[in-house]
């Protein structure tokens, strides 16, 4: 199986690219800066089959082509200022059209639970997301909804993940997801497990066309 991982350099995108790597899968590794990639995956055997490529999802053309052959594309695409963005609207456009011009059809991407209040979360966390999280993100918030409503409209087996506050740490393997429906109390959840749902839930059709939400 052939895996494009499209903001790989850090974070979530770089965990999914290794333990694609340790499931014997085929991994193309797709980010602007491609250093943190090298650095963590350097040449040897275990990183026979990855390849790294430098590439931008706000311009097609320059990451496009590496979709030729996929089976799967993983967009962990993110910003870390709260300016506004078009980083995930049109960066999805972008991997929308590239998919339909390589007929690749499975999609997951992260998109984060902050964007909606939902009934699963305790009471004071519906206040500090409607009242500061959501005023301080408004700019990411508004534009994860775009990207939303893009993939939804799209003709792909997508998936999108909601996750909660990202913290560092070592796989547990042990979380929670819901598909389609509210975790309850959505909390926390390591970027490593993170990337483990979805490298582990690519071929689970139970997930497809869903909005899933995954926590600790």
């Known amino acids: 199986m052939k895996i494009v991982i499209l903001g790989a350099s850090r974070g979530t995108g770089l965990s999914a690219v290794k333990q694609a790597l340790n499931k014997g899968y085929d991994v193309t590794a797709v980010a602007r800066n491609v250093t943190a990639i090298r650095q963590e995956c350097p040449d040897?055997?275990?990183?026979?089959?990855?390849?790294?490529?430098?590439?931008?999802?706000?311009?097609?053309?320059?990451?496009?082509?590496?979709?030729?052959?996929?089976?799967?594309v993983i967009s962990s695409?993110?910003?870390?200022?709260?300016?506004?963005?078009?980083?995930?609207?049109?960066?999805?456009?972008?991997?929308?059209?590239?998919?339909?011009?390589?007929n690749v059809s499975r999609?997951?991407?992260?998109?984060?639970i902050g964007v909606e209040v939902t009934p699963g979360m305790p009471f004071i966390m519906k206040l500090a997301t409607k009242y500061i999280l959501q005023p301080l993100l408004k700019n990411n918030f508004s534009d994860l909804l775009k990207m939303e409503a893009l993939v939804r409209q799209s003709q792909l087996n997508w998936t999108i993940v909601r996750a909660p506050r990202l913290r560092n740490g070592e796989i547990t393997g042990k979380y929670r997801f819901a598909a389609n429906e509210y975790l309850r109390n959505p909390l926390i959840l390591r970027r490593s497990?993170?990337?483990?749902?979805?490298?582990?839930?690519?071929?689970?059709?139970?997930?497809?066309c869903s909005r899933v939400e995954i926590s600790h």
């Open 44 to 72: 040897s055997t275990e990183y026979s089959r990855l390849k790294i490529s430098k590439g931008d999802v706000l311009y097609a053309p320059g990451f496009e082509h590496e979709l030729e052959g996929a089976d799967v």
């Open 77 to 102: 695409i993110g910003v870390t200022s709260t300016k506004p963005t078009i980083l995930y609207s049109t960066g999805m456009t972008n991997i929308i059209h590239a998919m339909y011009k390589y």
């Open 107 to 112: 999609l997951i991407c992260v998109s984060g």
């Open 193 to 208: 497990d993170l990337a483990h749902f979805m490298v582990n839930n690519i071929d689970n059709k139970q997930v497809f």
